[in-house]
């Protein structure tokens, strides 16, 4: 697609994560790699534990001790971030990358007004003076939708609705101009039309303002109509990654087609049984030397238990790991699906 | 089964149900002045047939989960009256009321929540039939370890506690709850939201197969339009505690006639569209946000949001549900000129309020 002619805005290589537990050592994210590109949107899927907002937390060095990065490398605009300075990287936080959480009735102060979230961050990162800052949160709260934005910056947050509320995380996020924007989650909590109005805002502001955008749902539908490219997570691996019209008209891991097969296709007539993937997803601390689809995989042999595949180029841009090569054609659902969880 | 169940009489009714909940309420008497009134639920008549799923959909505060536990007896409606096998059971009391919950049973969205940590989970199953009275003890136990089978959770684990368990077999043990006592009606309130999505289908296999082999009859009460259009014979749209339309699945998807309906539609992104290289403008979003219950506009209550509004009847005549063709109904006064295209949409409301970017400085 684009040529890769400018280093990428973000480029995480071999990264590790892990969280020492008395169960053991869970290896949360494994040797993830991914490039993102200014501008262009970047979904990843998988479900709870795969490792996704992990990731992003390594990124952002947000990970709550005694979880840490146990090696890899996240370059953001050409520099180290796992290298930084504290101060330097409390700097990135606001200013280079904003971030977007799942519950805004979480992530907002509810003690303080709905304007000083937006503000704190300009006047800390951008060093303006009260005025200024106020002057520029209230842009910056129209820009994102909220009506009357004068009169609403003063109330506090429970007089807003959950969508009104992201809103203003999502301008808080952006109001020190990022280039980078992730959003972890960001509509599972809200109503499906409010969820549309958000995705739509997200997708706006990486048109109009060029910040490049890091989506992380569960959704698939999601991540394929608003990003560029996707990719899937699996118990801390990226399993595969592409463009997201590719990757959901030739999904090629085992993981990938069990996702899009346990889904109601859209629009159609037939009734269709659905097919769930069997089992439950590893426990990350006894992760064995295979690859970790493995045990709920149907397509597994000897090879996929004793070794993990790397990620390697399939076709251009389409990346897998996966021993067995399977096609949406050759993995028709089969007749019995394999027995369920338990 | 579900062809036929929509003749005859239906297993269970509401009709006209109403619920009010007084708001502001402190739970401190002095200051209990103002008597505001919400009303979650409006004057809503529904009916499911025996061995049918009616898919019930609405956003959050739409009424969807008080109109379920008011069909199920949880909930005394301020007003109007619920019918069971064609016999009025909004007025029973004691023992009546007991034998019928055997009858009418729920099963909630959160498996955490739902079930007590500090109970073995064959225990849990057990507690209905405590309850009723049913049975001896071995008898009862025998009856635990058939029901966790039937739902897919081997029996060796009745000892065990519900952490011990993850999200989806949760959600397996409270349906095991559910039907201990053989219930003909189960309302299952946002089953699958808080499970992974290769567990949610696991969930929702188990469901159907309860219902083919046990005949029951599920409102199904979920946000998730696929999940209902894959799971429901028939499905009904709550908009601010008014049913706006209800029809068979099939009609419900391809033909939806309220505009609220066609926004819901609309605004979810599909995979189809994403196939075909368009997912970013597939999606469309309905602009504005569901007003309060506590003040809901006069006249249709969609109208602030409604890209089809009319000046004529929408801000001023509440629409009733009235009969559109066989089997569906719709609560909108202009819903034939919408469907057959006489009335557009206001290009405005399309799309998301436009927004203002521009980039200060720069």
Known sequence: ?342 | MSDAATNGQPLIEGRNLTVHFPAGATGIPLFNRQHNVLQAVDGVSIAIHRGETLGLVGESGSGKSTLGRALILLRPPTSGEVLFRGEPVTAARGAELRTLRRSLQIVFQDPYGSLNPRARIGDIVAEPLIVQKVGTKAERTARVRELLEMVGVSSRLVDRYPHQFSGGQRQRIAFARALAVNPEVIVCDEPISALDVSIQAQVVNLLEDLQSELGLTYLFIAHDLRIVEHISHRVAVMYLGKIVETAPAAEFYRRPAHPYTRALLRSRPTLNAVRSGDGRRATEALGGEPPSPLAPPPGCRFHTRCPFVQAERCRDEVPELRTLRQGHHVACHWAEQILDGTIEPRQEESAAPQLQLTRNGG
């Not at chain 1, 808080?172 to 990022?178: G, K, L, S, T």
């Not at chain 1, 030739?250 to 159609?268: C, F, I, M, V, W």
């Not at chain 1, 399939?314 to 790991?321: A, I, M, P, T, Y």
């Open chain 1, 1 to 342: 697609m684009t040529e890769p002619t400018a280093a990428p805005l973000l480029e995480i290589s071999h990264l590790n994560t892990v969280f020492p537990t008395r169960s053991g050592l869970v290896r949360a994210v494994n040797d993830v790699s991914l490039r993102l590109d200014r501008g262009r949107a970047l979904g990843i899927v998988g479900e709870s534990g795969s490792g996704k907002s992990v990731t992003m937390l390594s990124v952002l060095r947000l990970l709550s001790p005694p979880g840490r990065v146990e090696s890899g490398s996240v370059r953001f605009d050409g520099r180290e971030l796992l290298e930084l300075s504290e101060r330097e990287m409390t700097r990135v936080r606001g200013a280079g990358i904003g971030l977007i959480l799942q519950d805004p009735m979480r992530s907002i102060n509810p003690t303080r007004r709905v304007g000083d979230h937006i503000a704190e961050g300009l006047r800390l990162h951008l060093k303006l003076n009260r005025r200024q800052a106020r002057a520029r949160t209230i842009e910056y709260l129209g820009m994102v939708g909220i009506p009357r934005p004068a009169e609403r910056v003063d109330d506090y947050p429970h007089q807003f609705s959950g969508g009104m509320q992201q809103r203003v995380m999502i301008a808080a996020a952006i109001a020190c101009e990022p280039e980078l924007l992730i959003a972890d989650e960001p509509t599972t909590a809200l109503d499906v039309t409010i969820q549309a109005q958000i995705l739509r805002l997200i997708d706006n502001l990486r048109t109009e303002l060029g910040v490049a955008v890091i989506l992380i749902t569960h959704d698939v539908a999601v991540v394929g109509s608003f990003c560029d490219e996707v990719a899937v997570m699996y118990a801390g691996h990226v399993v595969e990654q592409a463009p997201s019209r590719t990757l959901f008209t030739d999904p090629r891991h085992p993981y990938t087609l069990g996702l899009l097969r346990s889904a109601p296709e859209d629009d159609t007539s037939e009734r269709r049984r659905l097919v769930p993937i069997p089992g439950m997803p590893p426990d990350l601390a006894r992760l064995g030397d295979g690859c970790p689809f493995a045990p709920r995989c149907e397509f597994a042999d000897d090879r996929c238990t004793s070794s993990s595949p790397m990620l390697r180029e399939l076709e251009h841009d389409h990346w897998l790991s996966c021993w067995a090569d399977v096609t949406a054609e050759t993995a028709r659902v089969p007749a019995a699906a394999g027995q369920e969880e338990t």
